[in-house]
């Protein structure tokens, strides 16, 4: 959920297996892996504790990014609201709704798309880093001595690219972490981590020993759903000095400090879930999308559902032509920048079809240029799209290349709950503006 692309598409081989007695020993190993270009993850768990996996990812010899860990969903989303306030400024409930679904790869299309930068990029993947390999070394601090490191390396068995920007010199992040560690000890925290939840244990006590103001803003923010980071995140205040001014209420038992589980991600719908006739409906046309980033297919796929139409997400570019010569839908979606093969590629494969010559292929980039929409218009394309997705944009194009010689229109059917974009809206209520809309992006063919 929180890698850059290559891992999300290259299976990585076990080649090697270390234990370790120190997290000195296991810089040196991060640092044997910047020095040999290493491309792939060291999976790190501790004897005892093998159900709690950290996973350090690298690339080139750069880390780029981290899996487990106690809170990795509450990690992602407070370096979210931390460094790119303007995508959020709230902090979310146990469980995330689909609109908090944020990854790695969608983080790089708000920078694509200009909503952030690229360093607001890079300080949520910073903080993410720091915040897991803190968390690593708080647990081996208090390990069983007699226990040691497991270490096994993942290699991808080839060297990936990366624009010089992307990743961080594992002795940076290593540096980093060291000095919040050090200060959480210095300050007497070592024992307490700042992943626990401190709840009120004994009403009377705090309401006697504090003042009417801090005893409202206790019983207002300690609610048992926010951890130390939480709170910090929420209260913009500094972990540390937060966990210091609770501290004395938490030696006299007034405040209890418990464990809490991590936010729940709900599990992402699977693709072809509409992709079969609605019972008790006619068939209504199927509408595939090639896309390698789950955000996007989810938000066109709630589109699509919800303006009644059978919707299949497809994620692998080598995969998808024999997809859609099985399922033949009735139009295609196809995002231009993929690994391996890129939309142009995929296009034109599709055209070489005679069953899929009049097909709409409408392409889905960030990239509208002239020169863009001439090379689609060679290879048979049909249409753009421009990020971001949204139900007008999508409707629209349905209009224009699928709709206009049906008849009735399709209707909308089972409207749910918020969708991750703008509420789609019924094509018969809104056939004028989606005409409108129609007209303006007829020019391309």
């Not at 020095?35 to 060291?42: D, E, I, N, V």
């Not at 159900?51 to 010899?61: Q, S, V």
């Amino acid at each position: 959920m929180f890698l850059p692309r290559p891992f999300n598409t290259i299976e990585c081989q076990s080649t090697a297996c270390d234990f370790l007695s120190s997290c000195e020993a296991l810089l040196q190993k991060f640092l044997d892996c910047s020095r040999k270009k290493f491309s792939g993850y060291l999976a790190l768990t501790l004897r005892g504790n093998d159900t709690t996996p950290w996973n350090f990812y690298f690339l080139n010899g750069r880390l780029v990014g981290s899996q487990g860990g106690v809170h990795p969903v509450r990690c992602w989303y407070r370096q979210i609201i931390r460094y790119c306030p303007q995508l959020s400024c709230e902090f979310p409930s146990q469980t995330l709704g689909s609109a908090y679904l944020w990854d790695y790869s969608a983080l790089s299309q708000r920078v694509e798309q200009g909503q952030i930068s690229r360093g607001q990029k890079m300080a949520v993947i910073r903080g993410f880093l720091i915040e897991t390999l803190f968390d690593f070394m708080q647990a081996c601090q208090f390990r069983d001595r007699a226990s040691t490191i497991k270490l096994v390396h993942y290699d991808c068995g080839q060297k990936m690219t990366l624009p010089p920007s992307i990743g961080f010199h594992p002795s940076d992040i290593w540096q980093q972490t060291v000095q919040v560690w050090t200060a959480w000890n210095r300050a007497g925290l070592a024992q307490h981590s700042p992943n626990l939840t401190p709840i009120i244990q004994d009403v009377a006590a705090l309401k006697q020993q504090t003042s009417p103001t801090v005893y409202q803003n206790l019983t207002q923010c300690l609610n048992s759903e926010r951890t130390i980071r939480d709170l910090a995140i929420q209260l913009k205040q500094h972990a540390l000095l937060l966990m210091r001014s609770l501290l004395p209420y938490v030696r006299q038992g007034i405040i209890r400090l418990v464990t809490v589980t991590d936010i729940a991600v709900p599990a992402y719908p699977t693709d072809n879930v509409a992709a079969q006739p609605l019972d008790g409906q006619t068939k209504r046309p199927l509408v595939a999308y090639l896309e390698d980033s789950r955000f996007d297919r989810m938000a066109m796929g709630q589109i699509l559902r919800q303006a009644g139409y059978r919707f299949t997400g497809m994620s692998d570019p080598l995969q998808a032509l024999p997809q859609i010569i099985e399922q033949k839908p009735d139009l295609i979606f196809l995002d231009v920048l993929m690994p391996v093969l890129n939309g142009y590629e995929v296009c034109a494969r599709i055209r070489q079809i005679s069953a899929f010559k009049h097909t709409p292929v409408i392409f889905v980039t960030s990239c509208d240029g002239i020169a863009d929409r001439a090379r689609a218009k060679l290879l048979g394309a049909s249409g753009f799209l421009t990020k971001p997705i949204t139900s007008e944009k999508v409707l629209a194009n349905l209009w224009n290349y699928l709709l206009k010689s049906a008849s009735p229109p399709i209707q909308p059917i089972n409207q749910g709950p918020q969708s991750l974009v703008s509420p789609p809206t019924p094509i018969r209520r809104s056939r004028g503006k989606v005409i409108e809309e129609g007209r303006r992006i007829q020019a391309f063919t």
